[in-house]
């Protein structure tokens, strides 16, 4: 089998694409590409973060299907990965002065986690590794 070399891009369904675009923008630096809708009515918005990380926002036709929730079957949380704990810190501070929903960062055996949420209430998350 051939090795899978990297991660090449996350795609989020989300409920509103006017109100998700610029959060992602302001929030994470997202930057947009291109947007377009689809013959079937999905709106949708792609573009990358500075690190090369490709991210697709998709607005369905009638809206979401409620809430997100981990506890469904899909997406748990995305995480983003950042070079040290000190990014990390920054990371925690960035989101306060942004106003975005956040817990505060969490060290365990394999990581430190800054866990925070989108419009959507989707479960999102910057990491960085023990030790660095």
């Known amino acids: 089998m051939p090795e899978l070399t ?27 590409m291109f947007e377009d809708t689809d013959e079937s009515g999905i709106r949708f918005a792609f573009g990358f ?19 997100f929730s981990p506890d469904r079957a899909g997406l748990d949380h995305a995480s983003f990965s950042v070079g ?13 002065d942004k106003g975005a929903t956040y817990s505060p960062i969490v060290d365990m055996d394999y990581g430190a986690v800054l866990s925070f949420k989108d419009p959507d209430g989707i479960a999102l998350e910057v990491f960085a590794m023990p030790g660095i």
């Open 6 to 32: 990297g991660f090449s891009h996350l795609a989020l369904t989300i409920s509103d694409l006017d109100r998700s675009k610029p959060w992602y923008v302001d929030v994470l630096g997202w930057q947009p």
């Open 49 to 67: 973060f500075a690190g090369g990380v490709g991210l697709g926002l998709r607005q369905h036709p009638g809206g979401g299907a409620g809430a």
């Open 84 to 96: 040290s704990r000190a990014d990390l810190e920054a990371w925690e501070r960035h989101l306060a």
